[in-house]
Each structure stands twice: as structure tokens, then as C-alpha cells.
């Protein structure tokens, strides 16, 4: 399996994704391999930008590697920063670990470098700012063995720091973290959270890997939703409920006070505004039936419940909710709106 996976996986086009390996009609799960948890092959995917994330990138790792269940690979891919790349080829970060420069831009190129480098049959992609606990690897790797399973997003707490304030549980998504609202339990997603997440190999490659077109390229992002976009795509190509949420596979996500202020979920919730108007244009049909759903039976009645909560802390959540929903509503119309004109200006 791994050489037929290693000719497979070097496919990069100039924008830093895979060539699509298979046609797009829908086949069935039991095409892929059948995974044994004792004995797959498992890696992990660690994509990193800049020298100012270096301590936390080695707590990551040094996180990684004392879980209980060891992986086979690790990867850590520099996105254009050849000093940072040079620095890290002298660390001490561990012996399977390996650093490589990204193939392309972006965290989606740099995570499709990672596992186009790695044989291993499942691919977990983790953040450099993230610390998982010990049984992290395990309860994914053991999630990625079932049958009927082509991916996975874990649950994602928030670890404050800077004497940053917790935000509503409601807008949790806007720092990379398990909201209210998000599905409960052992269920099918509609797509991981990108601090986290894991996939076979095999369906990932099939579908070309994460889309360029998505995820920030840079320290300010300016774009979102790749991990939406990658679950789409693999649930067109292998069934609506082949991705899951693990619930057990816990890591702890760094929220400093920079990303809790109120500039920073304006800017954040435009963002997330336009990608989602741009992956809903891309792939027409229910891809934002959770977004719907999550808008009414979340963050609406959420800010009822904390106007009426007679607390100042509850009106400054209301009113945070009523900012994202604003501002992330105004950019998916904006986007939405621009595209049409486009289009329209094209055809005249």
C-alpha cells in the first residue's frame, strides 16, 4: 500500500493541492482498506509559519510524543520561512520527526506537503498552537479504524492566556475551539474543526487533498473554512456520515487576549463570512445546513437568553453573538453579491 500511496501522493499542481485521483461519482466506503487499530500505520501533520510560535510548536510536539499510543510519523512543515525551516532542522524535537519546507502557500499547501511526504494510511493534522492530551492519538486512531469512517475532528477546548477574558461558548469557533451548538457525542459532522482533524489517507488523496483556494496563507487570514471544504468533498465522494466527531480526542488550543477582543471577531467573522459564500459557491446543495441550523437554534435564542440574563457580563455576551451574527452574515452577502456582479460583468 504505501508505494501505491507514495506515487499518489506527489501530484501537486501549482497552487499547492492534488490532482483529483478519482472520478467524482460516489463509491463506496468498502472500497478503502480495512484498518486494524494494532497495526496501522499512523502520522502526524504539524504545519508552523513563524519563529514567534516556536515555543509553543515544541510543547505541541513534546505533547505529541508522550501520548499513549506513539505515532509512526511526524511532519512538520515550515510554510515560507526558510530561517524558521534552518532553525528547526537543529532542533532536538524528537527521531521520527521531520522537518520539511511546504511545496506551496498557505496552511493547506503545507499540510498537503506534510502528507504527501508521509506512507502512513491514517493522516492526523494538528495546529501548532494546540497541545493534545495523552489519549488524543489513540481515540482518533481508533475512530479512523472503523469501517464506515473517512474522518474525524476532535474536541477542541480553549486554554486562555494573557490574562485573555473567555468568550461566549456560542462563538468558541471563531479561535478554533468545540462551540455550543456543535454536535454532541459519538455522531456524523459535517466537518472538523481545523485545530484537529484526521483522515484515511486514502480518501484524502482521492479528493485532491485541502483546496488552496481556502485557508489563510498568512499571520493575518484572510480566508477560512478549508477543513469545510476537504469534508465536502469527501462526503460527496464516500457518503454524508463518513466523518465524525470524537468527543474523547480532547487538545487544549491557545486563545491569547489578541484574539478576544472586539477588532478581532469583527475581522474574524468577516473572514468566515466570505469563505463560507465562497464554499457555497463552489459546492452547491446543503454544504452550510449545519450553518443554518446552528444560526437559528444557537446563536438566536442565545442572545435572548443573555439579554434577559439581568447580568452586564450577559448583555456583553448578547452583544458579542449579535457582532459575529452581523458582521458574518454581511460578508457572506457581500461575497455572494460581488460574485454575482461578476458574473454578470463577464457575460455582458
Same mark, same amino acid.
Given at each position: 500500500?504505501?508505494e501505491r ?8 499542481d501549482?497552487?499547492?493541492?492534488w ?5 467524482s461519482?460516489q ?8 484498518? #486494524? ?13 513563524? *519563529?514567534?510560535r ?10 505529541i510524543l ?7 510519523e511526524?511532519?512538520?512543515?515550515? #510554510? ?8 528547526l532542522?537543529?532542533e ?6 521531520? *522537518?520539511?519546507l511546504?511545496?506551496g ?7 498537503n ?5 508521509c @506512507?502512513? @494510511?491514517?493522516?492526523l493534522?494538528?495546529d ?5 492530551d495523552?489519549?488524543w492519538?489513540?481515540?482518533m !486512531?481508533s ?10 475532528g476532535?474536541n477542541i477546548?480553549p ?6 477574558r ?9 479561535v478554533?475551539?468545540t ?5 454532541l ?8 474543526i481545523?485545530?484537529?482533524?484526521a483522515?484515511?489517507r486514502?480518501a ?6 485541502? #483546496?488552496?483556494?481556502?485557508g489563510p496563507?498568512?499571520a493575518?487570514?484572510?480566508?477560512s473554512?478549508?477543513?469545510l471544504?476537504?469534508?465536502e468533498?469527501?462526503?460527496?465522494r ?13 487538545v ?13 471577531l469583527?475581522?474574524?467573522?468577516w473572514?468566515?463570512?466570505t469563505?463560507?459564500?465562497e464554499v ?5 446543495g446543503? *454544504?452550510?445546513n ?13 442572545i435572548v437568553?443573555?439579554l434577559f ?5 450577559g448583555?456583553k455576551?448578547a452583544f458579542?453573538?449579535?457582532v459575529v !451574527?452581523?458582521?458574518t452574515?454581511?460578508?457572506?452577502l457581500?461575497?455572494? !453579491?460581488?460574485s454575482f *456582479?461578476?458574473?454578470g460583468?463577464?457575460r455582458?
Amino acid at each position: 500500500m504505501f508505494e501505491r500511496s507514495r506515487a499518489l501522493g506527489r501530484r501537486f499542481d501549482r497552487l499547492g493541492h492534488w490532482e483529483k485521483a478519482v472520478p467524482s461519482d460516489q463509491i463506496p466506503m468498502s472500497n478503502l482498506p480495512n484498518l #486494524d487499530p494494532r497495526t496501522v500505520h499512523v502520522a502526524v501533520i504539524v504545519p508552523t509559519y513563524t *519563529v514567534d510560535r516556536l515555543d509553543t510548536l515544541r510543547k505541541c510536539i513534546d505533547a505529541i510524543l508522550k501520548n499513549t499510543r506513539q505515532p509512526d510519523e511526524i511532519a512538520v512543515v515550515v #510554510d515560507r520561512n526558510v530561517s524558521l525551516f534552518e532553525l528547526l532542522q537543529n532542533e532536538p524535537l524528537g527521531a521520527n520527526v521531520r *522537518v520539511m519546507l511546504s511545496e506551496g502557500r498557505g496552511v493547506c499547501a503545507a499540510r498537503n506537503t506534510g502528507a504527501s511526504a508521509c @506512507e502512513s @494510511e491514517i493522516l492526523l493534522f494538528i495546529d501548532d498552537d494546540v497541545f493534545p492530551d495523552r489519549e488524543w492519538l489513540a481515540t482518533m !486512531t481508533s475512530m479512523l479504524c472503523r469501517d464506515s469512517v473517512a474522518g474525524a475532528g476532535g474536541n477542541i477546548l480553549p486554554y486562555y492566556i494573557d490574562g485573555a477574558r473567555e468568550l461566549p461558548s456560542e462563538i468558541l469557533w471563531l479561535v478554533g475551539c468545540t462551540y455550543r451548538g456543535h454536535p454532541l457525542g459519538d455522531v456524523p459532522i459535517t466537518r472538523p474543526i481545523g485545530s484537529t482533524m484526521a483522515f484515511r489517507r486514502e480518501a484524502f488523496i482521492a479528493v485532491g487533498g485541502f #483546496d488552496a483556494r481556502f485557508g489563510p496563507s498568512s499571520a493575518r487570514r484572510t480566508s477560512s473554512n478549508e477543513e469545510l471544504a476537504l469534508s465536502e468533498n469527501i462526503r460527496k465522494r464516500y457518503g454524508a456520515n463518513v466523518i465524525r466527531y470524537q468527543p474523547e480526542s480532547i487538545v487544549h488550543h491557545r486563545v491569547p487576549k489578541t484574539r478576544t477582543t472586539l477588532q478581532y471577531l469583527i475581522q474574524r467573522s468577516w473572514v468566515e463570512g466570505t469563505s463560507k459564500a465562497e464554499v457555497s459557491l463552489a459546492h452547491v446543495g446543503d *454544504v452550510l445546513n449545519h450553518d443554518q441550523r446552528y444560526l437559528i437554534g444557537t446563536m438566536l435564542p442565545g442572545i435572548v437568553r443573555y439579554l434577559f440574563s439581568g447580568s452586564w457580563s450577559g448583555i456583553k455576551a448578547a452583544f458579542q453573538l449579535l457582532v459575529v !451574527t452581523i458582521v458574518t452574515a454581511a460578508g457572506y452577502l457581500a461575497y455572494r !453579491t460581488s460574485s454575482f *456582479v461578476r458574473r454578470g460583468n463577464s457575460r455582458a
